[in-house]
């Protein structure tokens, strides 16, 4: 592999957002992973501060009751995140990204869509172009049916195995 392929190849994982690729050919085995996993951020409840008495030349002053009260008011009230919410996932066949690459719904700007929901599809017609690296690839359906939603935008980068369509 020349060092320009090895360019367009992390070139292309960078504006998709790929964290992990495996390529394995005769030749070589390229794995490659970017950055860190996501770190996960938990908010821990805030405790009120209470005020202490302050001891001065050998005397003990209380802190004022209106200064305490003051403080207990100005804590944000800690509530409970609510989980999200789990999609509920639309009933048929999935249609996977087969490669990582930017969507396109047709073959050109000016081109008709190549099919939109509700459109009755057959096995192997043309669902999509994915554009990896400067090459198109014509996405097919494998199952006949009617669509019933397109997952993603004109113009996204998608990942391996991002569902794209759903065909019922």
């Known amino acids: 592999m020349n060092p320009k392929d090895l360019k367009d190849i992390l070139l292309a994982l960078e504006m998709a957002d790929v964290r992990e690729f495996s390529l394995k050919t005769a030749e070589y085995d390229l794995n490659i992973k970017r950055g860190a996993e996501a770190p996960v951020y938990v908010q821990a409840p805030i405790q009120p501060v209470q005020a202490q008495p ?19 008011q100005a804590q ?16 048929g066949t999935p ?12 073959s050109s700007p000016d081109a008709p869509v190549y099919v939109k929901v509700g459109d009755t599809v057959v096995a192997g017609q043309i669902l999509c172009i994915i554009e990896a690296m400067k090459l198109m690839n014509e996405i097919e ?28």
Request: glycine fraction near 6%.
């Open 54 to 72: 302050v001891q001065t030349s050998g005397q003990t002053q209380p802190a004022p009751a209106q200064a305490t009260a003051q403080a207990a």
């Open 95 to 106: 249609v996977k990204a087969p490669i990582v690459g930017t969507f396109y719904t047709s």
């Open 141 to 168: 359906a494998e199952t006949a049916g009617t669509l019933r939603e397109i997952l993603v935008k004109n113009g996204e980068p998608v990942e391996y195995g991002q569902t794209l369509f759903i065909i019922e």
């Open 76 to 91: 944000p009230p800690v509530t409970e995140a609510a989980a999200p919410a789990t999609p509920v996932p639309t009933p």
